[in-house]
T-cell receptor, first 114, second 113 residues
Framework: ETGVTQSPTHLIKTRGQQVTLRCSSQ?????VSWYQQALGQGPQFIFQ???????GRGNFPPRFSGLQFPNYSSELNVNALELDDSALYLC?????????????FGSGTRLTVV | SQQGEEDPQALSIQEGENATMNCSYK?????LQWYRQNSGRGLVHLIL?????REKHSGRLRVTLDTSKKSSSLLITASRAADTASYFC?????????????FGQGTRLTINP
């Protein structure tokens, strides 16, 4: 059973640029969620994908967008990067009712915007 | 917005001692989950306790839940250096067609050798 894999592990971007983060879900999991974790804070929900559709979104602007592919892997895209987008981005996979059993998280992508 | 609030924010103990972390939340829940995070990396699911359960054990971990007080505690017995990490409680909240985890700010636990 494979876990959740995220790439890249670290990334440095310039303000105004665009970034794409990738996540492969755990085998058997068809739901992927993305979280943003600022330094010293708990993770904040960005959005969730199920069957290639976004089915829930947190309080993040439209420049945060995502995709889910038929193999359930996912991408998080952020346009027009701002300094405050610097954070650890976490991907979590689960079965559709994963909330009742717990989520499997990847190791995260550390994004630094300069 | 944060649902859970962990207490204390930081805890430093000697190896072999027990560590207790507390979590309070605001709304009714189906379950409460505890996660561990090492050095700002990914979260590891530790234990889930359902709203109709009062106590749950997993190895050296013991979790209690008091729904009347909207609080939970995580006890780590016989702590080890490898337990050094941040610990988060999280509750589920439905948002549109999804379920999201709502985390507190975490307790930073340091085990001193």
């Amino acid at each position: 059973e494979t876990g959740v894999t995220q790439s890249p592990t670290h990334l440095i971007k310039t303000r105004g640029q665009q970034v794409t983060l990738r996540c492969s879900s755990q085998s058997g999991h068809n739901t992927v969620s993305w979280y943003q974790q600022a330094l010293g804070q708990g993770p904040q929900f960005i959005f969730q994908y199920y069957r290639e559709e976004e089915n829930g979104r947190g309080n993040f602007p439209p420049r945060f967008s995502g995709l889910q592919f038929p193999n359930y892997s996912s991408e998080l895209n952020v346009n027009a990067l701002e300094l405050d987008d610097s954070a650890l981005y976490l991907c979590a996979s689960s079965a559709p009712d994963g909330g009742n059993y717990g989520y499997t998280f990847g190791s995260g992508t550390r994004l630094t915007v300069v | 917005s944060q649902q859970g609030e962990e207490d204390p924010q930081a805890l430093s103990i000697q190896e072999g001692e027990n560590a207790t972390m507390n979590c309070s939340y605001k709304t009714s829940i189906n379950n409460l989950q505890w996660y561990r995070q090492n050095s700002g990396r990914g979260l590891v699911h530790l234990i889930l306790i359902r709203s109709n359960e009062r106590e749950k054990h997993s190895g050296r971990l013991r979790v209690t839940l008091d729904t009347s007080k909207k609080s939970s505690s995580l006890l780590i017995t016989a702590s080890r250096a490898a337990d050094t990490a941040s610990y988060f409680c999280a509750t589920l909240k439905r948002i549109q067609g999804a379920q999201k985890l709502v985390f507190g700010q975490g307790t930073r636990l340091t085990i001193n050798p």
